[in-house]
Antibody
């Protein structure tokens, strides 16, 4: 059974850079059938896609966040990571990592449990 | 403001059939497939419907999806108390070049 697990600091100060890692177990991140993404959910609000990465390292980001986002992959560790710079209180959210099945009818089929990241001084 | 529009709330009694709508545009639902997610309180979203009307293994056939033009719907028949959750629609948007979600619908089983 595929499992995704987010890890990160939990608390970040305003203007700093948020760093999160997603560890994939029960399957290989190096598959051409999937991409790997980050999605966040502010408390009490809806879902927002942040960006995704292929095992090759190719990325695509939400245009609304693109200037502040970097997603990378480490196939040797079966992990992918998110960096979000210049954070503000508006970036406080539960951050999920997820696997996306590729193709025209793509969809996110496996999700991590999520990690709450709070931006506060 | 979400790109896909859902009603904020819906309700029904056990055994009833309820539908949740999701309205988009020609660059999202109009040209792409729609997925639906169920989110129980305090948990991660769970894939409910993909490719407009396909159910992943393990999802009861009480759940069904449909799409017409730039709108989609999720129907739940034989409503049960365990269906009390938030429901989100999602699609790729060709104009925004981004995955977009609806704002979510809180379903209350009375």
């Amino acid at each position: 059974q595929l499992r995704l697990q987010e890890s990160g600091p939990g608390l970040v100060k305003p203007s700093e850079t948020l760093s999160l890692t997603c560890t994939v177990s029960g399957g290989s991140i190096s598959s051409s059938s999937y991409s790997w993404g980050w999605i966040r959910q502010p408390p009490g609000k809806g879902l927002e896609w942040i960006g995704s990465i292929y095992y090759s390292g190719s990325t695509y980001y939400n245009p609304s966040l693109k200037s502040r986002v970097t997603i990378s992959v480490d196939t040797s560790k079966n992990q992918f990571s998110l960096k979000l710079s210049s954070v503000t209180a508006a970036d406080t959210a539960v951050y999920y990592c997820a696997r996306r099945v590729l193709g025209f009818a793509g969809y996110f089929d496996y999700w991590g449990q999520g990690t709450l990241l709070t931006v506060s001084s | 403001q979400s790109v896909l529009t859902q009603p904020p709330s819906a309700s029904g009694t056990p055994g009833q059939r309820v539908t949740i709508s999701c309205s988009g545009s020609s660059s999202s639902i109009g040209s792409r497939t729609v997925n639906w997610y169920q989110q129980l309180p305090g948990t991660a979203p769970n894939l409910l419907i993909y490719n407009n009307n396909q159910r992943p293994s393990g999802v009861p056939d009480r759940f069904s999806g449909s799409k017409s033009g730039t709108s989609a719907s999720l129907a739940i028949s034989g409503l049960q108390s365990v269906d009390d959750a938030d429901y989100y629609c999602a699609a790729w948007d060709d104009s925004l070049n981004a995955w977009v979600f609806g704002g979510g619908t809180k379903l209350t089983v009375l």
